[in-house]
């Protein structure tokens, strides 16, 4: 059940890590969010595109295949500009190149501590609610 008073929020979570994204998944959902999950790039592309759902940020790995991943986050800003983009298990050298495709989303490090990890997605959805209202 959902938390009185949160909106209708879906998050998706790209980790090759079964337990790793079970468990971040699990989190995210008894704090009251929606949660899509996909092991890959090419799987996280195929729920953005034919499942329907209208994800609102995208949480992916990129230590496992960093190109992929940032080929992923540059296809999200693309294609699909609505979603926010959180790079996750980037190791220090390509925080820089993160950075650029997450535009002012955060680059999380793994092990991810899930209580950074929700906090980082309250700033970043909290920032595009004031944009569209702004707008």
């Known amino acids: 059940m959902e938390p009185a008073g949160l909106p209708d929020i879906w998050l998706m979570i790209i980790e ?6 079970h468990l971040l998944a699990q989190y995210l ?12 790039a090419a799987e996280a ?20 295949d960093p190109g992929a991943s940032f080929a ?3 296809w999200i800003r693309a294609e699909h500009a609505q979603v ?7 190791p ?12 002012d989303g955060p ?5 991810y501590d899930h209580g950074l990890v929700l906090q980082q ?3 970043l959805l909290a920032a595009r609610a004031r944009s569209r209202a702004n707008a």
């Open 121 to 123: 997605i309250k700033q």
């Open 16 to 21: 090759p890590d079964i337990l790793v994204r």
């Open 45 to 64: 592309r195929r729920l953005l595109d034919e499942a329907g759902l209208a994800i609102d940020l995208v949480l992916a790995d990129a230590s496992e």
């Open 29 to 40: 959902r008894s704090c009251g969010y929606h949660v899509a999950e996909a092991a890959n």
């Open 84 to 90: 926010d983009f959180i790079m996750g298990g980037t």
């Open 92 to 103: 220090e050298k390509l925080a820089s190149e993160a950075g650029e495709v997450c535009g």
């Open 72 to 74: 992923l986050g540059r």
């Open 107 to 111: 680059a999380l490090v793994k092990p």
